[in-house]
T-cell receptor, first 112, second 113 residues
Framework: GDSVTQMEGPVTLSEEACLTI???????????LFWYVQYPGEGLQLLLK?????DKGSNKGFEATYRKETTSFHLEKGSVQVSDSAVYFC???????????FGTGTSLTVIP | DADVTQTPRNRITKTGKRIMLECSQT?????MYWYRQDPGLGLRLIYY???????NKGEISDGYSVSRQAQAKFSLSLESAIPNQTALYFC????????????FGEGSRLTVL
């Protein structure tokens, strides 16, 4: 069945460091791919998404490119800030649009 | 006001008690979901509903039941709570198509003693 595997954390970075959180997926057909972010004490909110191969999603300085050939959707940011400290979830939606499949989440802490 | 509202936000209860978590939404979406979040396990789907007459089990539905009272309301019940149901529960809604994203409530933290 469909699934998502993402890099385990926790990840600790200094402010202004580069971030990459790896995410790979298994799916039949062409799913839509998403990154969600969960700030402390809050619900999940959409960070970015891509709905077809080679699409790049971007928001708040974060980017991820839908790579069909490597079945990946890695999250990147060139310079992280303390305010980026959160848990990040990779997810996919199957082609039928019925269900979402989430990775286990990667906790990021950015220190000044 | 939040588009997806969950009540209560926090609840402590005892083993064997019945508990209901409520979710209401103002987004006008037909699809609604209940997820459970546990540390290191990510989000796991409990139940989902595509309209008032369409309820489906997710991967971990045992011990839970749901009611879709209206398009905007979707409740999750634990008939007889047990300690391993201690978790953070999220309601979510989704708009049309397979490209649409989930919109989450702020979560209901449940502790079963």
């Amino acid at each position: 069945g469909d699934s998502v595997t993402q890099m385990e954390g926790p990840v600790t970075l200094s402010e202004e460091a580069c971030l990459t959180i790896n995410c790979t997926y298994t799916a039949t057909g062409y799913p839509s791919l998403f990154w969600y972010v969960q700030y402390p004490g809050e619900g999940l909110q959409l960070l970015l998404k891509a709905t077809k191969a080679d699409d790049k999603g971007s928001n708040k300085g974060f980017e991820a490119t839908y790579r069909k050939e490597t079945t990946s959707f890695h999250l990147e940011k060139g310079s992280v800030q303390v305010s980026d400290s959160a848990v990040y979830f990779c997810a996919l939606s199957d082609r039928a649009g019925n269900q979402f499949y989430f990775g286990t989440g990667t906790s990021l802490t950015v220190i000044p | 006001d939040a588009d997806v509202t969950q009540t209560p936000r926090n609840r402590i209860t005892k083993t064997g008690k019945r508990i209901m978590l409520e979710c209401s939404q103002t987004k006008g979406h037909d699809r609604m979901y209940w997820y459970r979040q546990d540390p290191g396990l990510g989000l796991r789907l409990i139940y989902y509903s595509f309209d008032v007459k369409d309820i489906n089990k997710g991967e971990i539905s045992d011990g839970y039941s749901v009611s879709r009272q209206a398009q905007a309301k979707f409740s999750l019940s634990l008939e007889s709570a047990i300690p391993n149901q201690t978790a953070l529960y999220f309601c979510a809604t989704r708009g049309g198509g397979y490209t649409g994203e989930l919109f989450f409530g702020e979560g209901s933290r449940l502790t079963v003693l």
